[in-house]
């Protein structure tokens, strides 16, 4: 993606995405969730450091439901995961 795409995405000037870029200024949180959802990687933007934990579209989607339950269903989603982890028969052990 070019310099002035980036900055579109992140609904940016290019001269702000310059600035950004030359630790300048730093990008607010909106710029940096509207970077994020383009797929930047927002933890190295902010701090450096390379960000070597990506979840899959599933993963993802799993704890965003996680995240609408209440104490109940996360428990019974936290068992029944265990349970299927434990029959998994490529498990490690």
């Known amino acids: 993606?070019?310099?002035?795409?980036?900055a579109e995405?992140?609904?940016?000037?290019?001269?702000?995405?310059h600035a950004w870029e030359r630790?300048?200024?730093v990008p607010d949180a909106v710029a940096l969730a509207k970077?994020?959802?383009a797929g930047f990687d927002?933890?190295?933007i902010v701090t450096g450091v390379?960000?070597?934990t990506t979840l899959s579209n599933e993963q993802a989607q799993v704890l965003a439901q996680m995240a609408t339950m209440d104490a109940r269903g996360?428990?019974?989603l936290?068992?029944?995961s265990q349970s299927i982890a434990d029959t998994n028969p490529q498990k490690a052990g």
């Open 1 to 6: 993606m070019s310099q002035k795409q980036a």
């Open 50 to 52: 390379r960000n070597e």
């Open 74 to 76: 996360v428990a019974i």
């Open 78 to 80: 936290m068992n029944t």
């Open 35 to 37: 970077l994020y959802a």
């Open 23 to 25: 630790y300048d200024r």
């Open 42 to 44: 927002v933890l190295y």
């Open 9 to 17: 995405v992140a609904s940016a000037g290019l001269s702000t995405y």
